[in-house]
C-alpha cells in the first residue's frame, strides 16, 4: 500500500499547535474484509483518516461512508468539515459545532462520523470518439446503481492541535466493506475481478466489475498502455486504479482520470485512434499545472498520445492516425487560438490541440535527428517547480530544437495558424519505419456446408443448424513498413476458435480460411478483424408433405399401386427427419431426407394389396384411398354370320318366309 504525507500547514498558538490538513493521498486496499480489519493503526506521531464504503442497495445513488480517525497521545484537539453531497447519519466521539463542521470529544480512541454520500455526478467532457463533428455531451461522472457504484472519494478538510515539539503527520485511507475495491481517488463497489500488472515504476490494477462487458481484454489493455509507457516519463504515482465501466448507464465522458485512478468505458477498443485506455493512463502521468495559456496541452497531450502510440502498437495504420489528426484543419477551428480559450471551438484543445501537440513531437525529431522527441518536453513540465505557462513552453522548445523551431511552433499555439498534417514518408524519417500493421480482409463468399447442404453467402449469415460448418475466406495483408508476424484469430463471443498465423513482409498478403462447426443453441458472435456475423443457430425443421398419390386408384386383390409423396422444406433452415406413410394406420416404409431451405423432393413406393375394400394411405395432412375388388366376367354367344350372309339378305329371306305363310293360309 501507498502512503503519502498531505501537506500541512502550522500555526503556532500558545496553548499548542493548529495543524490544517487537506485530504491528502490514500493508501488503496481491496477486498471483503477490510472493514473488519483495524486500519487505525499508525505511528505514534500519524493521525490516519479512514474512508470505509459501502453499498446501499435500497436507495440507489446513494453509498454509505464512515469516516474514521486514529488520534496519536499528542493531539488533543481535533475538527474536521463534511464532504460535500454527504449527509450525517451517525457520529461516534464527534459532535457538530454550529458551523458544519464535526468537533472530537478528545477522549473516544477511534471517533467516526458516518456519511451519507449522493454518489451520483454529472458533467460534459470529452466527444463520440467516431464523430466526424466532435461535441460535448452531458451525462454521468460517477454514478451508484444499487448493485454497483463507482464514486470518487470526497474532499474534506482537518485541523488539529497538539502538544510538544513532533508534529504529527496525516495519512489518508480507503477501504470497502464488502466486495469492491478503493483507489486513492476512486472507489469501484460491487463484484469484479483485477489483474495488476507492475508497468514501469508503476503498479496498475485494471477492475472488471462483473457488469461489464469488454470490448478488448484484460490483457490487451493492459498490454497497450505498457507498450505506451515507454514513450511517457516516469510515473508520479506509484499505484492506479484503471476501472472498466459498465455501460448500462449513461456516462457523459468515455474516460476520466483522477489523480491517481481512472475509469474508462468498458466497451472501448485498444484498436482505435481514440484509444481512450492510453488517453486516461497519460493523464495519469502528468504532473504539472499549467496558466491559462498552456492548459491547452492538459488534454492535447493525451489525444495526441492516444493515437500516436496506437500506431506505434500497430493497432492502426498511418492513414487512420494522420484522419485522425487532420481533424484539427477542420474550418470550425479556423478562428482558434489554443493560448485562448475563449476562442476555442467546440473540444479545440482536444482536436486542433492534438495536431499541434503532434506537430511538436514531429519537428523535435526531425530536427533532432530523432535523438529528442516530446518526451522530453512532457519530462521537463512534469519535473518543473511552478506553473506551466507559454514563456517556458518556448523556452523548453528553443531549448530541444532550437530558436528557428521554437518561433514556428509558437505561432500555431498563439496565433490562428493551422500546421498541416505530415506525410508517411516524413513520418517515417522522423520516428522511423512504421511497425507492421495487419489488415484482415473478407472479400469472398463464406461457405456453409454439413450433412443439409453445401452453399455459400454474403451479407449477413442464415440460421444454422448444429452440425454445419462455416469456412471464412480471410486475406491478410501487412500494410505497415517492417516485415512481421501476424495471428488472426477467428472469436466466437470473443473466444478463439482458430487461429490465422504467419509472417509477412511490407506489402505482402496471404490468404487463409478460419473454420468453425457450430454446435450450441442460442446466437452468437463471430469475429475476424473488424468483421463480425451474428449467427443464430436453431434446432433443424422438420419436412412437410405437401402432397400425396397414388395409381391407380383401383386395382385387383395381389396387384400394387405406386404411391409417391412429395416432400418440401418450408423453414428458413435446413431441415431434416423421418416421413413415414401409414396404410389403414399400418406404418409403410420410412422415408429419411435432409432438406435445405425451400428444397423440395419426391418419393415413390410400391404397395402390394391383398384384400378387397377400400384403403387409406396417410402421412402428415394428406390421405389417398384405394380401391381393391374383384373383377365379374360375363359369357355371351354371338351368332356366326355366313361369309357374304349379311343382315340385309336376312332381312330379304325373313320377308319371303312371311310371304309364303301367307300364300299357305289362303
Same mark, same amino acid.
Given at each position: 500500500?501507498?502512503?503519502?504525507?498531505?501537506?500541512?500547514?502550522?500555526?503556532?498558538?500558545?496553548?499548542?499547535?493548529?495543524?490544517?490538513?487537506?485530504?491528502?493521498?490514500?493508501?488503496?486496499?481491496?477486498?471483503?474484509?477490510?472493514?473488519?480489519?483495524?486500519?487505525?493503526?499508525?505511528?505514534?506521531?500519524?493521525?490516519?483518516?479512514?474512508?470505509?464504503?459501502?453499498?446501499?442497495?435500497?436507495?440507489?445513488?446513494?453509498?454509505?461512508?464512515?469516516?474514521?480517525?486514529?488520534?496519536?497521545?499528542?493531539?488533543?484537539?481535533?475538527?474536521?468539515?463534511?464532504?460535500?453531497?454527504?449527509?450525517?447519519?451517525?457520529?461516534?466521539?464527534?459532535?457538530?459545532?454550529?458551523?458544519?463542521?464535526?468537533?472530537?470529544?478528545?477522549?473516544?480512541?477511534?471517533?467516526?462520523?458516518?456519511?451519507?454520500?449522493?454518489?451520483?455526478?454529472?458533467?460534459?467532457?470529452?466527444?463520440?470518439?467516431?464523430? +466526424?463533428?466532435?461535441?460535448?455531451?452531458?451525462?454521468?461522472?460517477?454514478?451508484?446503481?444499487?448493485?454497483?457504484?463507482?464514486?470518487?472519494?470526497?474532499?474534506?478538510?482537518?485541523?488539529?492541535?497538539?502538544?510538544?515539539?513532533?508534529?504529527? /503527520?496525516?495519512?489518508?485511507?480507503?477501504?470497502?466493506?464488502?466486495?469492491?475495491?478503493?483507489?486513492?481517488?476512486?472507489?469501484?463497489?460491487?463484484?469484479?475481478?483485477?489483474?495488476?500488472?507492475?508497468?514501469?515504476?508503476?503498479?496498475?490494477?485494471?477492475?472488471?466489475?462483473?457488469?461489464?462487458?469488454?470490448?478488448?481484454?484484460?490483457?490487451?489493455?493492459?498490454?497497450?498502455?505498457?507498450?505506451?509507457?515507454?514513450?511517457?516519463?516516469?510515473?508520479?504515482?506509484?499505484?492506479?486504479?484503471?476501472?472498466?465501466?459498465?455501460?448500462?448507464?449513461?456516462?457523459?465522458?468515455?474516460?476520466?482520470?483522477?489523480?491517481?485512478?481512472?475509469?474508462?468505458?468498458?466497451?472501448?477498443?485498444?484498436?482505435?485512434?481514440?484509444?481512450?485506455?492510453?488517453?486516461?493512463?497519460?493523464?495519469?502521468?502528468?504532473?504539472?499545472?499549467? /496558466?491559462?495559456?498552456?492548459?491547452?496541452?492538459?488534454?492535447?497531450?493525451?489525444?495526441?498520445?492516444?493515437?500516436?502510440?496506437?500506431?506505434?502498437?500497430?493497432?492502426?495504420?498511418?492513414?487512420?492516425?494522420?484522419?485522425?489528426?487532420? #481533424?484539427?484543419?477542420?474550418?470550425?477551428?479556423?478562428?482558434?487560438?489554443?493560448?485562448?480559450?475563449?476562442?476555442?471551438?467546440?473540444?479545440?484543445?482536444?482536436?486542433?490541440?492534438?495536431?499541434?501537440?503532434?506537430?511538436?513531437?514531429?519537428?523535435?525529431?526531425?530536427? /533532432?535527428? #530523432?535523438?529528442?522527441?516530446?518526451?522530453?518536453?512532457?519530462?521537463?513540465?512534469?519535473?518543473?517547480?511552478?506553473?506551466?505557462?507559454?514563456?517556458?513552453?518556448?523556452?523548453?522548445?528553443?531549448?530541444?530544437?532550437?530558436?528557428?523551431?521554437?518561433?514556428?511552433?509558437?505561432?500555431?499555439?498563439?496565433?490562428? #495558424?493551422?500546421?498541416?498534417?505530415?506525410?508517411?514518408?516524413?513520418?517515417?524519417? +522522423?520516428?522511423?519505419?512504421?511497425?507492421?500493421?495487419?489488415?484482415?480482409?473478407?472479400?469472398?463468399?463464406?461457405?456453409?456446408?454439413?450433412?443439409?447442404?453445401?452453399?455459400?453467402?454474403?451479407?449477413?449469415?442464415?440460421?444454422?443448424?448444429?452440425?454445419?460448418?462455416?469456412?471464412?475466406?480471410?486475406?491478410?495483408?501487412?500494410?505497415?513498413?517492417?516485415?512481421?508476424?501476424?495471428?488472426?484469430?477467428?472469436?466466437?463471443?470473443?473466444?478463439?476458435?482458430?487461429?490465422?498465423?504467419?509472417?509477412?513482409?511490407?506489402?505482402?498478403?496471404?490468404?487463409?480460411?478460419?473454420?468453425?462447426?457450430?454446435?450450441?443453441?442460442?446466437?452468437?458472435?463471430?469475429?475476424?478483424?473488424?468483421?463480425?456475423?451474428?449467427?443464430?443457430?436453431?434446432?433443424?425443421? /422438420?419436412?412437410?408433405?405437401?402432397?400425396?398419390?397414388?395409381?391407380?386408384?383401383?386395382?385387383?386383390?395381389?396387384?400394387?399401386?405406386?404411391?409417391?409423396?412429395?416432400?418440401?422444406?418450408?423453414?428458413?433452415?435446413?431441415?431434416?427427419?423421418?416421413?413415414?406413410?401409414?396404410?389403414?394406420?399400418?406404418?409403410?416404409?420410412?422415408?429419411?431426407?435432409?432438406?435445405?431451405?425451400?428444397?423440395?423432393?419426391? #418419393?415413390?413406393?410400391?404397395?402390394?394389396?391383398?384384400?378387397?375394400?377400400?384403403?387409406?394411405?396417410?402421412?402428415?395432412?394428406?390421405?389417398?384411398?384405394?380401391?381393391?375388388?374383384?373383377?365379374?366376367?360375363?359369357?355371351?354367344?354371338?351368332?356366326?354370320?355366313?361369309?357374304?350372309?349379311?343382315?340385309?339378305?336376312?332381312?330379304?329371306?325373313?320377308?319371303?318366309?312371311?310371304?309364303?305363310?301367307?300364300?299357305?293360309?289362303?
Amino acid at each position: 500500500m501507498r502512503r503519502s504525507v498531505g501537506v500541512l500547514v502550522l500555526v503556532l498558538l500558545l496553548v499548542g499547535s493548529l495543524v490544517v490538513a487537506p485530504v491528502g493521498a490514500s493508501t488503496p486496499a481491496t477486498g471483503t474484509d477490510q472493514a473488519a480489519q483495524s486500519a487505525l493503526t499508525a505511528s505514534e506521531d500519524e493521525i490516519v483518516r479512514t474512508f470505509t464504503f459501502s453499498l446501499t442497495p435500497g436507495e440507489p445513488g446513494v453509498v454509505d461512508v464512515r469516516m474514521q480517525f486514529a488520534v496519536p497521545d499528542q493531539v488533543f484537539e481535533l475538527e474536521t468539515s463534511v464532504p460535500e453531497r454527504a449527509t450525517v447519519t451517525d457520529t461516534n466521539g464527534f459532535s457538530a459545532d454550529g458551523t458544519g463542521n464535526y468537533t472530537w470529544d478528545g477522549e473516544t480512541a477511534s471517533p467516526s462520523i458516518s456519511l451519507a454520500l449522493d454518489a451520483n455526478r454529472t458533467g460534459q467532457y470529452h466527444y463520440k470518439p467516431g464523430r +466526424a463533428e466532435p461535441d460535448t455531451e452531458s451525462g454521468l461522472m460517477f454514478v451508484d446503481t444499487g448493485d454497483w457504484a463507482l464514486v470518487s472519494v470526497p474532499s474534506t478538510s482537518v485541523w488539529w492541535r497538539y502538544r510538544g515539539t513532533t508534529r504529527p /503527520t496525516f495519512e489518508t485511507r480507503t477501504e470497502v466493506a464488502g466486495s469492491g475495491v478503493a483507489g486513492d481517488r476512486m472507489v469501484y463497489l460491487g463484484p469484479h475481478s483485477t489483474t495488476t500488472r507492475d508497468i514501469g515504476d508503476q503498479t496498475v490494477s485494471l477492475v472488471v466489475p462483473d457488469a461489464a462487458t469488454l470490448e478488448s481484454e484484460p490483457e490487451s489493455i493492459l498490454d497497450t498502455i505498457e507498450a505506451g509507457e515507454q514513450a511517457l516519463p516516469p510515473s508520479p504515482v506509484e499505484r492506479s486504479l484503471l476501472i472498466a465501466a459498465p455501460t448500462s448507464v449513461e456516462w457523459g465522458p468515455y474516460g476520466l482520470a483522477q489523480q491517481t485512478d481512472a475509469w474508462v468505458r468498458a466497451d472501448q477498443s485498444v484498436s482505435d485512434p481514440n484509444n481512450v485506455w492510453v488517453h486516461e493512463f497519460v493523464h495519469l502521468r502528468q504532473d504539472f499545472e499549467t /496558466t491559462t495559456d498552456t492548459r491547452w496541452i492538459r488534454e492535447a497531450m493525451p489525444e495526441y498520445y492516444a493515437a500516436a502510440l496506437t500506431l506505434d502498437q500497430g493497432r492502426i495504420d498511418f492513414e487512420t492516425f494522420a484522419e485522425h489528426l487532420e #481533424r484539427g484543419t477542420n474550418a470550425r477551428y479556423d478562428e482558434t487560438v489554443l493560448s485562448q480559450p475563449d476562442t476555442w471551438g467546440s473540444l479545440a484543445n482536444y482536436v486542433k490541440g492534438a495536431l499541434v501537440y503532434g506537430t511538436i513531437d514531429y519537428r523535435i525529431r526531425a530536427t /533532432t535527428d #530523432r535523438t529528442r522527441s516530446a518526451r522530453h518536453l512532457f519530462t521537463a513540465m512534469n519535473a518543473r517547480d511552478g506553473l506551466i505557462d507559454q514563456a517556458f513552453l518556448d523556452a523548453e522548445l528553443a531549448e530541444l530544437g532550437g530558436e528557428t523551431m521554437a518561433g514556428e511552433l509558437d505561432r500555431f499555439i498563439t496565433t490562428t #495558424r493551422t500546421p498541416s498534417m505530415w506525410s508517411a514518408q516524413d513520418h517515417e524519417t +522522423a520516428f522511423g519505419a512504421s511497425p507492421s500493421v495487419f489488415l484482415t480482409d473478407v472479400n469472398a463468399p463464406i461457405e456453409i456446408s454439413g450433412p443439409y447442404r453445401n452453399t455459400s453467402v454474403t451479407g449477413s449469415m442464415p440460421t444454422l443448424v448444429p452440425g454445419e460448418r462455416i469456412s471464412i475466406p480471410v486475406t491478410i495483408t501487412n500494410d505497415g513498413g517492417t516485415t512481421g508476424a501476424y495471428e488472426v484469430p477467428l472469436t466466437v463471443d470473443g473466444v478463439p476458435v482458430a487461429n490465422a498465423t504467419g509472417t509477412l513482409d511490407s506489402g505482402e498478403s496471404a490468404d487463409h480460411r478460419l473454420s468453425y462447426t457450430v454446435e450450441q443453441i442460442g446466437t452468437s458472435q463471430l469475429v475476424v478483424g473488424t468483421k463480425s456475423w451474428t449467427v443464430k443457430v436453431a434446432e433443424p425443421e /422438420t419436412p412437410v408433405v405437401t402432397d400425396l398419390g397414388a395409381t391407380p386408384a383401383t386395382i385387383r386383390p395381389g396387384e400394387s399401386v405406386t404411391l409417391t409423396v412429395a416432400i418440401a422444406n418450408q423453414g428458413d433452415r435446413p431441415a431434416t427427419g423421418t416421413v413415414t406413410p401409414r396404410l389403414d394406420g399400418t406404418a409403410l416404409e420410412p422415408i429419411d431426407l435432409d432438406l435445405d431451405v425451400n428444397e423440395t423432393a419426391e #418419393r415413390t413406393q410400391q404397395i402390394t394389396l391383398e384384400d378387397t375394400g377400400e384403403h387409406t394411405i396417410t402421412t402428415g395432412d394428406r390421405s389417398v384411398t384405394i380401391n381393391v375388388a374383384e373383377y365379374t366376367e360375363t359369357h355371351q354367344t354371338t351368332p356366326t354370320e355366313t361369309p357374304g350372309f349379311t343382315h340385309a339378305v336376312g332381312l330379304i329371306a325373313l320377308l319371303l318366309t312371311s310371304l309364303i305363310a301367307g300364300q299357305r293360309d289362303q
